[in-house]
Structure formats: structure tokens, C-alpha cells
């Protein structure tokens, strides 16, 4: 076929599209259809109700604790990460909004005035000269140009390359509000898990400075049983020993609750002050429910931002593909301009002054060495590895929601039997605390019914502390959170940075 032919059967073609008003070159997007187990793995998990809808909105209720609540309040406020994913979304919906212009006509205006003067010594030309019936042309030493016009341009969207784009630019920007949801998820669950930190470490902190009074005052009866002459001096050696062991302790976890009172302070967008005279006073470890509902998989969908973001990237990335297609082809515009122009103001708004043009142009790339077909490629290859993001995103979502349940129900279960031997534990130091007392036993017996009592005491703190952070872990993987406050949340999307700054 030649260029002519080409040209022709192209051409018939755009009229046509152009009549029908639905040609689009490149693929139509289709979501991925994804199977998805019925049921979680472990249907039998301690603590968990499968048989229940997953009621993860206001997740940080069920822990009961008014700090808590409040630091989230704070957080979903003052957070920069967050202003930084909110001024994103409206960076995605200004795109948009300059994509769409491209199917609409652009108008320029033009106004100028000059003054003309031509060399008399220079061979005459247009306006600067006046010829009259082939005698010597006249030159003109100066004359005036008023000009006033609008110029107008339309790409007529025959193929679909701008529709492409805007319906890209449209998954873009969900694409960002899922980003916001997500950053939003992640931050909600990052200020549950420090507040808990802390807790956790005022706990372990207030249960090793009880054990270092008593243990204090076990030193002081096997000093003065030595200097009564009723024991050794090793047992004066052997308690002390243990004494430093325990307050060793100390450092490390006002160490653990300052660096997560600091991390808090970052996450609410405050200074490190702030938090620590807020959370200073020790109190309890947020509580979990007896039973905590879960949902069914097929949920993650629907609800995980990461999830649903990962599908709106592949939608963007697809819709590319038509425009990198659409280069194939023509692209035809209407041009034209209006306009009056005039030597002299008095005649410069009659008829005889306007001036205008209209009329089509035809603009094809015939060859540019197999670059557009190249940039077709590229972005298949682009859309194939958001399709495999997507469903990379889907079995992680699986998977973290099947070790967070795995991780919460085994806890609980530890945290039983741990507290079972802290019961025992004290029993037992109790007896051995009165057989030494009578001297039926040597202080190695008390020793080490000590040691063990705070060593249970300890791991029964860290474990309360362990359960309601896998919590925290289960309702994140369960995407929940985003919705909290959303038409407040997303009004940030539309407001200027001014207005966001409280």
C-alpha cells in the first residue's frame, strides 16, 4: 500500500471514529479477578471470632484507654507524613484537572502596535513601500499597526490518546487517595504500638523496682544473719549479686519508654516535651477483647488500601498503553484566529479591518525509527509489573493476616501459662522465704525462688505488653483505620497548605 492509500484509508478511518465518537485505540481495563480462600488457615485461633464481620473502623476503642484515643486524635491531625500524602492527592486531582484541558479548545488573545520605518536605501518590501503603475516606489518614513486578534486550537480526539490520558490521570489520583488511606493505616497502627511500648516498659520498669525493694531487703537479713553468725558470708555475696542483676534492669527500660515517647512526639507532630510530660505518670497496659471479629478474606480487597491502590496503579497503567498507541495515528486540529487589524485607529473597528482564518491540520508521524512502537512495549512491560504489584499485594495482604492471627492466638495462649507460673512462683518463694526464716533450707533455695518470681513477673509484663501489639499488627493487616473521620480527612485534599496549618 502507499503512502497515498495510507493516507486515505487513515483518514476514512479518523471520520468515521470521529461520527461514531467511541474510537479509543489500546486495551480497555478489566480488574483482575482474583481467587481468594473462604476461610482463614486456623479457624480454631484463640481470642478470634471468624464467624463475625470485622468491625475495624474505630479499631483503638477496644482497648479502652482515653490516652489512647486521644494520641490517635492527635496524630490524624498534626502528622506530617500525612499532610505530605494529602497535598499528593491534590497534586494527582491538578494533573487531572490539566490533562482533561486537552479535550477542550485553546484560545489565545494578541494585542500589539507598532511603528514601522523603512531605509530609503534599501530595496522596497510589503507595506513599506508604495508602487504606483511601475513608476520609482515611494518610501515610507513611518507608519502605524494596530492589531488586535484571538488565536484558537482544538486537537479533535479522533483516537482517543487524550480520553486515555485523563482516564490514566483519573486512576492516579485514586491511586494517591489510597496512598493517603494507607499512610493514614500505617500511622494509626505506629502510635498504637509506641503508646503500648511505653506502657509496656513503665510496667517491666515499675515490677523491677518492686523486686528491688524486697530483693533489698533479703541483702539486709543475710547481713545480719552473717553478723549473727547464722549464715554465711556467701549468701551476704550471692544476694547482692542478684540485687545488681535486677537494677541492671532499670536503665533499659526508661531507656524503651523515653525512645517511644520521643518516636510519639514525631508522630504527632509535636515536640519531644510535650509527650513525655503526657505519658511521665505509669499506667496499665491497654487491655484486649475476650474475642476479636475477623471478617473473611475476600475483605482485603475491599478494605486494604495497599491492595487497592495496587489495582488503581494497574488501571493508570493500562489506560497508558492506549496513549502510547494513539501515537500511531493523526492527530488532526481545527486552527483559526479573529482578528482586527489596522494602519490607523479611526478605521480600526470597521468590517473592512477584520481579518480571520479557519481550517484543519493534519500532523503524522510517518517515521521516527520504531520509537513509538518501542514506547507501546515499554508501557505493556510498565502495566505487566503493576498486574504482578497487584497480586503481590494481594498474597502479602494474606499473609500478614494469617501471622498476625497465628501471632495474637499464641500469645494469649503464652500469656496463660505465663500467668499460671507467676502464681506459682510467688508460692514458692513464699515457703522458701519461711523454711529459710526457720533454717530448714539453705539461701540458695531463696535465691533462686526469686529469681524466678521476677523472672516470670517479667515475662507475664512483656507478654501482656506482646498481645495487644499483635493486636495493634492484626488490625492494620486488616487494613482498618482509614476510614475514621473520612469526609474530615479527605477535605484535606482540597485545602490549600495554609488553611491545613493548625
Given at each position: 500500500?502507499?503512502?497515498?492509500?495510507?493516507?486515505?484509508?487513515?483518514?476514512?478511518?479518523?471520520?468515521?471514529?470521529?461520527?461514531?465518537?467511541?474510537?479509543?485505540?489500546?486495551?480497555?481495563?478489566?480488574?483482575?479477578?482474583?481467587?481468594?480462600?473462604q476461610?482463614?488457615?486456623?479457624?480454631?485461633?484463640?481470642?478470634?471470632?471468624f464467624?463475625?464481620?470485622?468491625?475495624?473502623?474505630?479499631?483503638?476503642?477496644?482497648?479502652?484507654?482515653?490516652?489512647?484515643?486521644?494520641?490517635?486524635?492527635?496524630?490524624?491531625?498534626?502528622?506530617?507524613?500525612?499532610?505530605?500524602?494529602?497535598?499528593r492527592?491534590?497534586?494527582?486531582?491538578?494533573?487531572?484537572?490539566?490533562?482533561?484541558?486537552?479535550?477542550?479548545?485553546?484560545?489565545?488573545?494578541?494585542?500589539?502596535?507598532?511603528?514601522?520605518?523603512t531605509?530609503?536605501?534599501?530595496?522596497?518590501?510589503?507595506?513599506?513601500?508604495?508602487?504606483?503603475?511601475?513608476?520609482?516606489p515611494?518610501f515610507?518614513?513611518g507608519?502605524?499597526?494596530?492589531?488586535?486578534?484571538?488565536?484558537?486550537?482544538?486537537?479533535?480526539?479522533?483516537?482517543?490518546?487524550?480520553?486515555?490520558?485523563?482516564?490514566?490521570?483519573?486512576?492516579?489520583?485514586?491511586?494517591?487517595?489510597?496512598?493517603?488511606?494507607?499512610?493514614?493505616?500505617?500511622?494509626l497502627?505506629?502510635?498504637?504500638l509506641n503508646?503500648?511500648?511505653?506502657?509496656?516498659?513503665?510496667?517491666?520498669?515499675?515490677?523491677?523496682?518492686?523486686?528491688?525493694?524486697?530483693?533489698?531487703?533479703?541483702?539486709?537479713?543475710?547481713?545480719?544473719?552473717?553478723?549473727?553468725?547464722?549464715?554465711?558470708?556467701?549468701?551476704?555475696s550471692?544476694?547482692?549479686a542478684?540485687l545488681?542483676?535486677?537494677?541492671?534492669?532499670?536503665?533499659?527500660?526508661?531507656?524503651s519508654?523515653?525512645?517511644s515517647?520521643y518516636?510519639?512526639?514525631?508522630?504527632l507532630?509535636?515536640v519531644p516535651?510535650?509527650?513525655?510530660?503526657?505519658?511521665?505518670?505509669?499506667?496499665?497496659?491497654?487491655?484486649?477483647?475476650?474475642?476479636?471479629?475477623?471478617g473473611?478474606?475476600?475483605?482485603?480487597?475491599?478494605?486494604?488500601?495497599?491492595?487497592?491502590?495496587?489495582?488503581?496503579?494497574?488501571?493508570?497503567?493500562t489506560?497508558?498503553?492506549?496513549?502510547?498507541?494513539?501515537?500511531?495515528f493523526?492527530?488532526?486540529?481545527?486552527?483559526g484566529?479573529?482578528?482586527?487589524?489596522?494602519?490607523?485607529?479611526?478605521?480600526?473597528?470597521?468590517s473592512?479591518s477584520?481579518?480571520?482564518?479557519?481550517?484543519?491540520?493534519?500532523?503524522?508521524?510517518?517515521?521516527?525509527?520504531?520509537?513509538?512502537?518501542?514506547?507501546?512495549?515499554?508501557?505493556?512491560?510498565?502495566?505487566?509489573?503493576?498486574?504482578?504489584t497487584?497480586?503481590?499485594?494481594?498474597?502479602?495482604?494474606?499473609?500478614?493476616?494469617?501471622?498476625?492471627?497465628v501471632?495474637?492466638?499464641?500469645?494469649?495462649?503464652?500469656?496463660?501459662s505465663l500467668?499460671?507460673?507467676?502464681?506459682?512462683?510467688e508460692?514458692?518463694?513464699?515457703?522458701?522465704?519461711?523454711l529459710?526464716?526457720?533454717?530448714?533450707v539453705?539461701?540458695?533455695?531463696?535465691?533462686?525462688?526469686?529469681?524466678?518470681?521476677?523472672?516470670?513477673?517479667d515475662?507475664?509484663?512483656?507478654?501482656?505488653?506482646?498481645?495487644?501489639?499483635?493486636?495493634?499488627?492484626?488490625?492494620?493487616?486488616?487494613g482498618g483505620?482509614?476510614?475514621?473521620?473520612?469526609?474530615?480527612?479527605e477535605?484535606?485534599?482540597?485545602?490549600?497548605?495554609?488553611?491545613?496549618?493548625?
Amino acid at each position: 500500500m502507499n503512502l497515498s492509500c495510507l493516507l486515505r484509508s487513515s483518514l476514512l478511518y479518523a471520520v468515521v471514529c470521529l461520527i461514531s465518537s467511541a474510537c479509543m485505540v489500546g486495551p480497555n481495563y478489566l480488574k483482575p479477578k482474583e481467587w481468594l480462600p473462604q476461610k482463614w488457615v486456623d479457624t480454631k485461633a484463640q481470642g478470634i471470632a471468624f464467624d463475625a464481620p470485622a468491625d475495624v473502623t474505630y479499631w483503638w476503642s477496644v482497648f479502652r484507654d482515653p490516652t489512647l484515643d486521644s494520641l490517635i486524635d492527635q496524630a490524624a491531625k498534626a502528622n506530617k507524613d500525612l499532610k505530605i500524602a494529602a497535598a499528593r492527592v491534590r497534586e494527582a486531582r491538578a494533573q487531572r484537572a490539566v490533562t482533561s484541558s486537552g479535550l477542550f479548545p485553546s484560545l489565545d488573545t494578541t494585542a500589539l502596535y507598532q511603528y514601522y520605518r523603512t531605509s530609503e536605501n534599501s530595496a522596497p518590501s510589503g507595506v513599506a513601500a508604495n508602487t504606483i503603475g511601475g513608476e520609482t516606489p515611494t518610501f515610507i518614513n513611518g507608519l502605524d499597526l494596530y492589531q488586535v486578534g484571538f488565536d484558537a486550537t482544538w486537537e479533535i480526539d479522533i483516537f482517543g490518546r487524550v480520553r486515555r490520558s485523563v482516564e490514566a490521570a483519573t486512576a492516579d489520583v485514586a491511586a494517591f487517595e489510597e496512598n493517603y488511606r494507607d499512610t493514614l493505616v500505617s500511622l494509626l497502627s505506629e502510635v498504637a504500638l509506641n503508646y503500648i511500648t511505653v506502657r509496656g516498659s513503665q510496667l517491666r520498669l515499675e515490677i523491677a523496682l518492686q523486686n528491688i525493694d524486697t530483693q533489698r531487703q533479703t541483702v539486709e537479713l543475710t547481713r545480719e544473719r552473717f553478723n549473727a553468725g547464722l549464715s554465711s558470708e556467701l549468701d551476704v555475696s550471692q544476694a547482692s549479686a542478684q540485687l545488681a542483676v535486677t537494677e541492671s534492669q532499670v536503665p533499659s527500660f526508661e531507656s524503651s519508654a523515653r525512645q517511644s515517647m520521643y518516636r510519639l512526639a514525631t508522630l504527632l507532630g509535636t515536640v519531644p516535651q510535650v509527650t513525655v510530660e503526657q505519658l511521665s505518670k505509669a499506667e496499665s497496659v491497654p487491655g484486649v477483647p475476650p474475642e476479636v471479629p475477623v471478617g473473611l478474606p475476600s475483605d482485603l480487597l475491599r478494605r486494604r488500601p495497599d491492595v487497592r491502590r495496587a489495582e488503581r496503579q494497574l488501571a493508570a497503567a493500562t489506560a497508558r498503553i492506549g496513549v502510547a498507541t494513539a501515537d500511531l495515528f493523526p492527530r488532526l486540529s481545527l486552527t483559526g484566529n479573529f482578528g482586527q487589524a489596522s494602519m490607523s485607529l479611526a478605521d480600526f473597528t470597521m468590517s473592512s479591518s477584520s481579518m480571520w482564518s479557519i481550517g484543519p491540520t493534519i500532523k503524522w508521524n510517518i517515521f521516527n525509527a520504531g520509537a513509538t512502537r518501542a514506547n507501546i512495549e515499554v508501557e505493556k512491560a510498565r502495566t505487566e509489573q503493576m498486574l504482578g504489584t497487584y497480586e503481590k499485594a494481594v498474597l502479602t495482604s494474606l499473609q500478614e493476616v494469617e501471622s498476625a492471627l497465628v501471632a495474637y492466638s499464641k500469645e494469649l495462649a503464652r500469656r496463660e501459662s505465663l500467668a499460671a507460673a507467676v502464681r506459682a512462683n510467688e508460692r514458692a518463694y513464699e515457703i522458701s522465704s519461711e523454711l529459710y526464716a526457720k533454717g530448714l533450707v539453705d539461701f540458695l533455695r531463696v535465691l533462686d525462688s526469686q529469681r524466678s518470681l521476677y523472672l516470670t513477673q517479667d515475662q507475664l509484663a512483656s507478654s501482656d505488653q506482646q498481645v495487644s501489639s499483635n493486636l495493634v499488627s492484626l488490625f492494620k493487616a486488616l487494613g482498618g483505620g482509614w476510614e475514621l473521620q473520612q469526609k474530615d480527612r479527605e477535605a484535606k485534599y482540597s485545602k490549600s497548605p495554609t488553611t491545613q496549618e493548625n
